[in-house]
């Protein structure tokens, strides 16, 4: 096998850089904007994590950055607290602040997010610079260096070892976070929110999570910011220094944590350049260098959109899963004794002002049977679904699965109770590999939290998980595509990763979406068979599907819907032959 350097070319170029300030070679000045690289990385990072990956755009990073650099410059110039104590009081303080702020922030959709963080941004910029206190604007000076025992750490090339340490344990820590079942919950925020929530994960909780990790990655490199400038001032943690953090993700690569490194590179070079030669250019002295900056982020985005590390050093490798260390699987659900009915819908009706889209439905699924939910376009088939898992709440009417009351309940309630579903427009995370996407349907059935991912103490369950979402691909018959990123895929088998996603949650009641559209005719004999294999098992399975020969062939019972009322239910063989049901659906009375 042909091995390739090129993986390892951002590995070496990073030794040569946390080496050269012990060679000689670096002269001091380089140290120094080394360090000022470093610190700007570890705000990156956190930007790479909310924005790039989390969806979030945020301008307003640096107020958290203003939060740590604050917090441990008041406690040591004015309480004379050692540095170092200051470190966890700089983290909770800005936790705490993120975690109100975010609160609300969080909460905002499309571009009231961005305008949310220029508006908190902002205010924090000028709440600095009022502050007596804090010193106001003319900042607060006389904050002690760094020490280690007795010695003061004033070399750059001291410092440079704090600083890269810290930049090293976020890359860590953020790398083992994505790898994560937290992290592919993050990762599923951007692209598939819907699908993200149908298999239990608390999306508002979720991203509040990555809000608040990273500023915290934020408020440490203000704590670092602070012990090396030795003074704090509101200038560097306004909105200008913050839309500069978010350009050094985009610039990077706004989904990839090393591109965070490169990016706070490429801007901090970049700019202290721009100050001596643009105003030499210019013939003028004057902030000329935003308007550099805006010029390159058009650039990047028109030609790098993806930004420079995936140019510069392709895709990222394929995940290599932990696998079990023995034969331990995950505990499977208890499933009801076959015709025991699990879900009963009384007179469930859904309207959107005047427009009533299922009206009156009332239908009943038993344990180990295949029901077909079946009728022409616009009958109302998808809307009874999304009333079912809580995606749409009903007008009136009840619902109820297992004894429990569906009235109220949201998708992630939905997942727990044992409801798997696919979409009738296909929800997958395209930038992640086919078996990430599969084992997200498993969310529920792990536990490891943000700690335990982020020291990658949850290997054991991980591998669980993942050899679960393996068993499922290959019971669909995708095995050979999983670790491709799932934006390749064609559409027909992106609707066997939803049904193998969906499997993984162990569900007790199986609803698919048109699960065979886009399906040839070996591929959908093929799900025929593993939904037979379902009903053995002891699944339920509510299908909606236009093929009626793939339906009828399957289904126990059928229940059709036209323009959102039932107008019959019955065995395939009835339904065939009621002329109700041909005349609005199976092409009239003959």
Not at 149 to 160: C, I, N, R, T, V
Not at 229 to 254: C, H, K
Not at 318 to 341: H, K, Y
Not at 434 to 440: D, G, K, P, R, Y
Request: with cysteine; glycine share 12%; aromatic share 8%.
């Amino acid at each position: 096998m042909k091995l390739s350097w090129r993986p390892l070319i951002p590995i070496i170029c990073a030794l040569g850089i946390l080496i050269a300030p012990f060679t000689g070679l670096m002269p001091d000045y380089w140290v120094t904007l080394f360090n000022y690289i470093g610190i700007s990385s570890l705000v990156a990072i956190g930007l790479v994590l909310l924005t790039g990956v989390g969806g979030m755009t945020s301008f307003g990073q640096a107020a958290f950055v203003g939060f740590g650099a604050y917090t441990t410059g008041a406690l040591t110039v004015h309480f004379g607290v050692s540095p170092w104590l200051t470190l966890p009081a700089s983290l909770a303080v800005t936790m705490i602040a993120a975690g109100l702020i975010g609160a609300i922030t969080v909460r905002l959709s499309g571009h009231y997010l961005p305008l949310g963080t220029i508006a908190w941004g902002i205010a924090f910029f000028y709440l600095f610079g009022n502050i007596g206190w804090l010193g106001a604007h003319d900042g607060l000076p006389g904050i002690p260096p760094l020490r280690i025992g007795a010695h003061a750490l004033f070399d750059p090339s001291e410092y440079f070892v704090v600083v890269w340490l810290a930049v090293v344990l976020a890359v860590t820590a953020t790398q083992n976070l994505l790898g994560s079942r937290i992290g592919r919950a993050i990762r599923a925020l951007r692209r598939s929110t819907r699908a993200a929530e149908a298999f239990g994960v608390n999306t508002a909780g979720a991203k509040l999570m990555v809000f608040v990790y990273a500023a915290m990655l934020a408020g440490l490199a203000g704590w670092l910011y602070a012990h090396f400038q030795r003074s704090v001032s509101p200038g560097p943690f306004g909105i200008s220094a913050g839309t500069e953090y978010l350009l050094m993700a985009v610039l990077g690569g706004a989904g990839r944590v090393y591109g965070a490194i490169l990016g706070a590179a490429g801007i901090t070079v970049l700019r202290d350049q721009l100050q001596n030669f643009l105003p030499w250019l210019v013939g003028n002295t004057g902030n000329f260098e935003a308007i550099a900056f805006g010029a390159v982020l058009v650039l990047i985005l028109q030609f790098a959109s993806n930004g420079l590390w995936p140019i510069l050093f392709g895709p990222p490798p394929a995940p290599t899963p932990p696998a079990p260390r023995d034969d331990r699987r995950l505990p499977d659900r208890p499933l009801p004794e076959p015709g025991t009915p699990l879900l009963q819908a009384q007179s469930a009706r859904k309207a959107f002002g005047g427009l009533v889209a299922v009206n009156d439905v009332s239908f009943e699924v038993q344990s180990s049977r295949i029901i077909g939910l079946i009728g022409p376009n616009g009958a109302g088939k998808s809307t009874t679904f999304n009333l079912i898992t809580g995606v749409l709440p009903l007008t009136s009417g009840h619902i109820q699965f297992e004894g429990h009351a569906l009235q109220a309940q949201t998708p992630q309630r939905a997942a727990m109770l044992g409801l798997g579903r696919t979409f009738q427009h296909v929800e997958i995370v395209a930038d992640m590999s086919v078996i990430e996407n599969v084992a997200l349907g498993a969310h529920l059935r792990g536990s490891a939290g943000l700690v335990r991912a982020i020291l990658n103490l949850d290997r054991a369950e991980e591998a669980l998980l993942f050899a679960n979402a393996r068993r499922q691909l290959d019971r669909v018959g995708l095995a050979d595509v999983a670790f491709k990123p799932a934006g390749t895929l064609a559409l027909g088998q992106l609707r066997l990763v939803e049904v193998a996603r969906a499997l993984c949650l162990n569900p007790v009641l199986l609803l698919l979406d048109e699960p065979a559209a886009g399906l040839r005719v070996g591929e959908k004999k093929a799900l025929a068979r593993l939904l037979r294999e379902v009903r053995s098992e002891g699944i339920s399975v509510l299908l909606v599907e236009h093929d009626m020969d793939f339906v009828m062939s399957l289904a126990d019972r059928l229940v059709v819907l036209d323009f959102g009322t039932k107008i019959a239910e019955g065995i395939a063989s009835a339904i065939r032959q009621d002329p109700v049901v041909l005349e609005a659906y199976l092409g009239g009375v003959s």
